[in-house]
């Protein structure tokens, strides 16, 4: 009997969602609580399960669904994610009356979709997993279904998206005709064993990149491929900025990773320059076009792609240092963002969601402990110690620095500089500006400030997760 | 004894920052309660800083009080704290200083009183943390941290146009550290190691010398600040609260000059006296042009401000004539001690005297609410006591002999006229002109017929407890400035006997 130890997370979430759903038609309206208590019980009840058969698991390797410490590791970060966005957005969308289970359910097919992400050992299996994380994202974007913001939005990101996801398939078929294998290990081997190759192969092979880079470029939301992201951050629910801020940028690192380290490491000498120049004009459009965004979404969204172009510089060095620089880098930001959206979710303006920076004008004299918070995360963001946000930059420059990268390692300090005075422009209001509206909190915030706080524990200490990084990336470079 | 065994430079570290995070939350205590927690905080790390100068081995140039333990495993990042003697007299600066404004700010009014004891508490910690630390990252962190309490004190209790100061300090100063981030970094992938100590034994080639040179330089000396780097002081100062620009002249300049006697001055040795003619310009510009400007201003906060920038001139001067001692042909060894001691006595004395005048202006501003020196006239008719020690002060800025203000410039200028006779006469110059303006503010403010119908009232016991310490000090180092010498002589020796060895 063959045993589905190895595929049973995802296979308990399909089922889980299912009975959901069916169980959420039969509750009236003030019990839907209920669904929601039964859907973070699942995620929970997942983190469990993988914990405790973490050792049967990962010994089940299938050839094409890998189960290893790396998949585990970043399926229980997903899961612990999700659960937090969870909270945070339950909160918020049962305060503006907009709460339906479905939008939880969707949710989780994105999680569906990341986690066969990192569990892909296939570039078709790899495929299926962002399309499904793509189609549930497009879906909850489109959830604020009043406003013609969101709609745009979704429109918009619906249409590149399939372009996009075309792009992807068209690299991959490209592959799958030069090596004649869409297993990423065999194409690893193919590219290793062939050896020198002639330039009617190189062109193939360097077409088949662009296809794909391009694509993954777009999924990540690198410039110039960043158009969509302003929009959909800006139209889209605060608590669809959050989920879309965090969790799919570690599932597009993990493509990425799977890609372009697993795979296509033997072809580096051509993808490196092509995402080092990703890497270069996203921390320059990121950086510069923040500074005049009056929206805080909108901010936070070039923010996003500033970022995105340090956590592919990390990349396009390709050695094993680097890629722990960007993985550590990788989570830090998510943590930043969580928290920072998180913090936004408890705040109303006049009843209304936070839209404007100027909405949050003199926080700090009514609700000081909120407003430290959002200084902690804003400063966190700007890269200025003691903070993570500061460790992962070192490491990222410290990487550059040791390969003797002197001009990126300065453009990107210099860089960090420019994105200082947007992130403090937020501090100024907050706190040097007077009161001009009514600020309430949603509910107290206990879990977003140990979220914050956490920004400022792993500033002091940040061993572990430097630690964690180190290990995750230690697979790929053992042989 | 239990002194012994306790990590005493933890504690000036860390119980300012603790309980200063503790005190920006306490909103709903009284005002009173308030100060007198902050009082006994700051008192407390001031008794600590004395012990640990009273446990101080002078005849030492080794480190002491060395806590040193693995803070972040992976990047090879101590815990690295320790002092020696220069560090030790800028943590007991900033002790005093903290000290003193803590006393002051009872003296005024302002709204979220909390808070702005808090970030001065905090910002004391992170001052005594980049004076006694020994690795690089750790000192980066404190360096860089200094820049969140400061901004949140311009920005919420600074003048009229404190955004646009405040942001244009925090730029300048992330700009300048950054670049130094970038050099700390590559020091030490070449020295294998992030402490401080192992990069001076680090060979290097000119080129790449001169490459941290100017990084450092240009960090360090937008701090200091040097000219043409220095635009970002007069704003902060004229929109910085009081106290605010106490700590600004008092000890936050400072730190530029300490930063260069820790890191360029031994690191990048040979690049310093490869661009040592490009260098001595630069602090006489600062000296001769920033006076000229300073006697220009009309506000009081700016004039000083220049004047700061003037001052802090002799403390760049004399490091960059180290290196024009260093010089095969010009070797001196005698002249290039005196040069760093000059350097680091200036920066104690100005130290002092601009902390002292921005307290006076601040003083002065709570009673007529203007800082312009056009609307001041006469205040000695209403205030005598105070103005005696504001002219005390401004005779102490001009440099007069017996004042702290004299002994570090005077050292200065000895040490230029060994170098070159134009250097010695060029920085003489700021005697005349920092004489014109500060005794020109001096009879515009103080002399002369009352503008103000009513009087103003004299200070208080309290503001003349604050300038009645800060009198004595000056006379003290003025007097005696042997005291100070006897903290620093071996470690300055030391640092300059190194030199000469590499």
Redesign the interface.
Request: glycine share 0%; proline share 11%.
């Given at each position: 009997m063959m045993n589905f130890l190895f595929i049973m997370p995802e296979i308990i979430i399909t089922t889980s969602m299912s009975v959901i759903l069916l169980i959420d038609l039969f509750l009236k309206k003030k019990n839907k609580i209920i669904s929601y208590y039964l859907i973070q019980f699942t995620l929970l009840f997942l983190i469990f399960f993988l914990i405790r058969n973490f050792e049967q698991i990962t010994s089940l390797n299938h050839q094409d669904f890998s189960t290893d410490i790396f998949s585990i590791v970043f399926k229980t970060i997903l899961l612990s994610g999700l659960i937090i966005i969870f909270y945070y957005s339950y909160n918020f969308l049962r305060y503006f009356k907009v709460y339906k289970t479905e939008y939880f359910l969707i949710c989780l097919f994105g999680l569906l979709g990341m986690m066969i992400i990192t569990s892909a050992q296939d570039l078709l299996i790899l495929y299926l997993g962002i399309e499904l994380l793509s189609l549930s994202l497009y879906s909850i974007i489109a959830y604020n279904k009043d406003s013609a913001f969101s709609s745009e939005a979704a429109i918009k990101y619906y249409v590149l998206g399939a372009i996009a996801s075309g792009f992807l398939l068209f690299g991959i078929s490209l592959i799958y005709g030069l090596t004649g294998t869409i297993s990423l290990n065999e194409v690893f081997q193919f590219i290793y064993d062939s050896g020198s190759r002639d330039a009617v192969q190189n062109v193939g092979y360097i077409f088949a990149l662009t296809f794909i880079i391009v694509s993954l470029g777009f999924k990540f939301g690198a410039a110039p491929f960043h158009m969509w992201i302003p929009d959909v951050y800006h139209g889209s629910l605060l608590p669809t900025t959050l989920l879309l801020s965090s969790l799919p940028k570690i599932a597009v690192f993990i493509i990425f990773i799977k890609l372009l380290l697993q795979a296509f490491i033997g072809l580096f000498h051509f993808w490196a320059d092509m995402i080092l120049i990703l890497a270069l004009i996203s921390i320059v459009i990121g950086n510069i076009i923040a500074i005049v965004q009056t929206n805080f979404k909108r901010m936070l969204a070039y923010s996003t792609i500033a970022n995105i172009g340090f956590i592919l510089i990390g990349i396009s060095l390709g050695t094993q240092e680097s890629f722990t620089a960007a993985t550590f880098y990788t989570l830090s930001y998510v943590i930043m963002s969580m928290a920072i959206f998180g913090i936004l979710t408890f705040i109303t303006i006049n009843g209304k969601a936070v839209e404007e920076i100027s909405d949050l004008s003199g926080l700090?004299e009514n609700h000081?402990?909120q407003a430290?918070l959002i200084l902690l995360t804003m400063?966190s963001l700007a890269g200025?110690?003691?903070l993570i946000g500061?460790?992962a930059k070192?490491?990222l420059?410290?990487v550059l620095?040791?390969s003797s990268y002197?001009i990126i390692?300065?453009f990107a300090?210099?860089m960090?500089?420019i994105g200082?005075?947007y992130y403090?422009?937020v501090?100024?209001v907050i706190?040097?500006d007077k009161v001009s509206t009514k600020i309430n909190l949603i509910i107290s915030s206990l879990i977003v400030s140990i979220n914050t706080l956490l920004l400022l524990y792993l500033g002091l200490?940040?061993?572990n997760l430097?630690?964690l990084s180190?290990f995750l990336m230690s697979g790929f470079f053992s042989t | 004894m239990i002194i012994n065994n306790i990590p005493i430079l933890t504690f000036l570290v860390w119980i300012p920052i603790i309980s200063g995070l503790i005190i920006f939350f306490l909103d709903k205590y009284k005002d009173r309660q308030l100060f007198y927690i902050s009082i006994f905080i700051s008192s407390l790390i001031l008794i600590l800083s004395l012990l640990l100068l009273y446990k101080f081995n002078f005849s030492s140039h080794t480190l002491q009080f060395i806590e040193k333990t693995i803070w972040i495993k992976n990047f090879g990042i101590n815990y690295f704290l320790a002092v020696d003697g220069i560090s030790i007299l800028f943590i007991l600066l900033t002790t005093i200083t903290t000290f003193l404004i803590v006393i002051f700010i009872t003296t005024e009014k302002y709204l979220q009183i909390n808070k702005l004891l808090s970030l001065f508490l905090i910002l004391e910690g992170l001052l005594i943390g980049v004076f006694c630390s020994f690795d690089s990252i750790l000192f980066y962190i404190f360096f860089e941290a200094i820049l969140i309490p400061l901004f949140l004190i311009i920005g919420i209790w600074g003048g009229n146009n404190r955004i646009y100061a405040t942001i244009k300090f925090f730029l300048y100063t992330l700009f300048g550290s950054v670049l130094m981030l970038v050099s700390l970094i590559y020091l030490s992938i070449q020295a294998d190691s992030f402490s401080i100590l192992d990069m001076y034994s680090l060979n290097l080639s000119l080129s790449t010398q001169i490459f941290l040179f100017i990084s450092f330089l240009i960090a360090f000396g937008i701090k200091t600040p040097m000219w043409p780097v220095h635009t970002w002081l007069p704003d902060a100062h004229v929109e910085a609260p009081t106290t605010g620009s106490v700590i600004l002249a008092g000890v936050l300049l400072k730190v530029g000059g300490y930063g260069m006697i820790r890191f360029l001055l031994p690191i990048t040795t040979d690049a310093g006296i490869y661009l040592n003619d490009y260098l001595i310009p630069l602090s006489l510009i600062a000296i001769i042009y920033i006076s000229f400007v300073a006697i220009a201003q009309q506000d009081m906060k700016k004039l000083i401000a220049y004047s700061s920038v003037a001052h802090m001139g002799f403390v760049t001067l004399g490091i960059f004539l180290i290196f024009n001692f260093l010089e095969k042909n010009t070797y001196n060894q005698d002249a290039a001690l005196l040069g760093l001691q000059g350097a680091i006595m200036q920066m104690l004395s100005h130290g002092l005297i601009s902390a002292a005048l921005f307290l006076c202006i601040g003083i002065i501003y709570s009673r007529t609410q203007s800082k312009l020196i056009d609307n001041q006239s006469g205040i000695i008719q209403s205030m005598p006591i105070f103005s005696a020690f504001m002219i005390f002060f401004l005779l102490a800025n001009s440099g007069l002999p017996g004042t702290s203000g004299f002994v570090g410039e005077f050292m200065v200028i000895l040490a230029s006229i060994k170098a070159n006779f134009l250097y010695a006469f060029l920085a003489s110059l700021t005697l005349v002109l920092a004489a014109s303006y500060s005794l020109w503010l001096g009879k515009r403010v103080i002399f002369g017929n009352p503008k103000n119908t009513l009087a103003l009232s004299e200070i208080n016991t309290t503001e003349f407890m604050v300038l009645l310490i800060l009198v004595i000090m000056v006379l003290f180092i003025g007097l005696k400035p042997e005291i100070i010498m006897i903290i620093m002589n071996e470690t300055t020796t030391h640092i300059i006997n190194s030199l000469q060895k590499g």
């Open positions: 700090n000081p402990w430290f400063l200025i110690p003691p500061f460790h070192l490491f420059i410290q620095v040791n002197f390692a300065l300090v210099i960090t500089v200082a005075y403090l422009r501090i100024k706190y040097f200490f940040p061993y430097v630690n180190k | -």
